[in-house]
């Protein structure tokens, strides 16, 4: 049973509009959430986190929104850049399982010129 | 360079053989985190380490151990390999035991033929 859902196994944005990545969890006991970004041949690399006691979250480039009451969030990148190319996981953790991480199965961005 | 050192990057064997992956994680992280990604899935928790002793266990098979030695580099054992376990074996490493901002190593990919 997958408890973190990327349903977009990849997704095409053309260089300087937005990108908007989106996750679905299905435990409700979640109340932490990262994204990672991954290149080929490496590992992945932190990108952003949110707690549930937020619905926002922002970082330069990037904003996660988290909406507790649809169990989603997404990720937002704007604008979208050609090193913004890469596999972007969702992953979430509850206290009740020793923050755990779940993962997604990772959406594929790829930025086109 | 996430400072997470995995080794060997490739490892190729037979079914049935059984291999070692090393990680030697960040200077000053004492957690360290097993896991795999089978082609187009995302990561699977197989097995933390804190500071020596086992913290948490995920999805990892009896075929499969692990541990972590008092120099804090951590080691999978996987044994009696069966083609199922081609996979991209990932370490990460964290300050703390709570399972957030990990950095993560380049990954062992291994192929059983």
């Known amino acids: 049973d997958q408890q973190v859902k990327q349903n977009s196994p990849s997704l095409s944005v053309q260089e300087g509009r937005i990108s908007i990545l989106n996750c679905d969890y299905t435990?409700?006991?979640?109340?932490?959430f990262l994204w990672y970004k991954k290149y080929p041949a490496e590992g992945p690399t932190f990108l952003i986190s949110?707690?549930?006691i937020k619905d926002k979250n922002e970082d330069g480039r990037f904003t996660v929104f988290l909406n507790k009451s649809a169990k989603h969030l997404s990720l937002h990148i704007v604008p979208s850049q050609p090193g913004d190319s890469a596999v972007y996981f969702c992953?979430?953790?509850?206290?009740?399982?020793?923050?755990?991480?779940?993962w997604g199965a990772g959406t594929k961005l790829i930025i086109k010129p | 360079d996430s400072g997470v050192t995995q080794t060997p990057k490739h490892l190729i064997t037979a079914t049935g053989q059984r291999v070692t992956l090393r990680c030697s994680p960040r200077?000053?992280?004492?957690?360290v985190y097993w896991y795999q990604q089978s082609l187009d899935q995302g990561l699977q928790f197989l097995i933390q380490?804190?500071?020596?002793?086992?913290?948490a266990k995920g999805n990892i098979l009896e075929r499969f151990s692990a541990q972590q030695f008092p120099d804090l580099h951590s080691e999978l054992n996987l044994s009696s390999l069966e083609l199922g376990d081609s996979a991209l074996y990932f370490c990460?490493?964290?300050?703390?035991?709570?399972?957030?901002?990990?950095?993560f190593g380049q990954g062992t990919r291994l192929t059983v033929v």
């Open positions: 380490y804190y500071n020596g002793e086992e913290r």
């Open positions: 435990n409700s006991m979640f109340d932490y």
């Open positions: 992953a979430a953790s509850a206290l009740d399982s020793n923050y755990q991480l779940i």
């Open positions: 949110i707690s549930s």
């Open positions: 990460a490493s964290s300050v703390s035991g709570a399972n957030t901002e990990a950095f």
């Open positions: 200077s000053g992280d004492l957690s």
